[in-house]
């Protein structure tokens, strides 16, 4: 007797623990007869019970099957988005990848450029400096057409891909500067400039600030030049070139410049006025300059 009521209490125990805890299916299993045989009075011999519990399933189960349901076979807007965007990046990268070419290309013929140049600080004839310099405007002008029917492709996008070639193009400005004064000691316009690369279309043309800087690298070798004049004998050099700066640096003035690179390059200007400036001062007091003669001799008329 007391064997049964055992067993009655140990099953209830097992139903009640079943009811608060849906996942009992995870607990190791065992049999009621476990704890302790039945009498063979209450039990029959041929049909023994066996308990068996039924699953239930999770809540938090259901509710994530119902959250995701239908949602991760079609796509997202988010993913339409992001797909658009890596189509766009990749065209712009193909473009991108193509003006680099052009404009490493434009880079070598400047580094030909800058290097016959640099001759003109020896006492060489002026022609045979600028004879190779010269047959290579032709081939920037070639390449900036190149640079223009890439960007054809990509209209109203001028300054996004600028970058990619405006240093370059500040030092093409800057040697074709350089080569024109040298011939007609005159400024080199920015018409002109336009010309001699063919960028004098709408949609491809040179930046004006572009061109300024180009102006002020030319400043830069100004003073260098002076000096190794004088060196080999030409005097009248120093007033020139003072008298160019002079201009250049009051065309200069009459801009609005920010703090941004071009008044940092505008800055660089003026002390290449000054360093001229002391140069042509000490031919001065040497009496070395060509026009002190003339002066002295109208001075001497006058009295």
């Known amino acids: 007797m007391k064997s049964a009521f055992r067993n009655a209490v140990a099953l209830r125990t097992l139903l009640h623990y079943h009811c608060i805890n849906p996942h009992f299916h995870s607990l190791p299993r065992f049999s009621v007869a476990a704890v302790s045989s039945p009498p063979s009075s209450l039990v029959s011999p041929s049909k023994p019970e066996t308990f068996r519990f039924r699953r239930r399933s999770s809540p938090l189960r259901v509710r994530y099957s119902s959250m995701t349901g239908g949602e991760t076979d079609a796509p997202t807007s988010m993913e339409k988005q992001f797909e658009d965007f890596r189509v766009k990046l990749d065209e712009a990268g193909s473009l991108r990848e193509r003006i680099r070419a052009v404009v490493n290309e434009i880079e070598s013929i400047t580094r030909l450029m800058h290097a016959s140049l640099l001759h003109v600080h020896q006492s060489r004839p002026l022609s045979e400096v600028l004879e190779k310099p010269k047959a290579q405007v032709d081939g920037l002008k070639e390449l900036y057409g190149r640079l223009a029917e890439v960007l054809c492709e990509c209209p109203g996008e ?3 891909f600028h970058n990619d070639w405006r240093s370059e193009t500040q ?58 004049q004088v060196l080999a004998g030409n005097y009248d050099c120093p007033r020139k070139v003072l ?22 390059k505008f800055d660089s200007l003026k002390y290449d006025l000054k360093r001229v400036e002391e140069v042509y001062y000490d031919m001065k007091i040497r009496h070395l300059a060509n026009g002190d003669s003339a002066e002295d001799n109208g001075t001497q008329g006058q009295s």
């Not at 018409?191 to 102006?215: H, P, R, S, V, W």
């Open 171 to 228: 030092t093409v400005v800057s040697l074709l500067a350089f080569m024109h004064w040298l011939e007609t000691g005159k400024l080199l316009m920015h018409t002109e400039a336009e010309e001699k690369l063919g960028m004098n279309q709408a949609e491809f043309a040179l930046d004006i600030e572009d061109y300024l800087i180009g102006l002020c690298f030319l400043s830069n070798e100004m003073p260098r030049y002076v000096v190794n």
């Open 243 to 264: 008298r160019f700066l002079t201009d250049l640096h009051a065309a200069f003035r009459m801009l609005n410049l920010r703090n941004d690179f071009l008044r940092k």
């Open 158 to 160: 001028y300054y996004r």
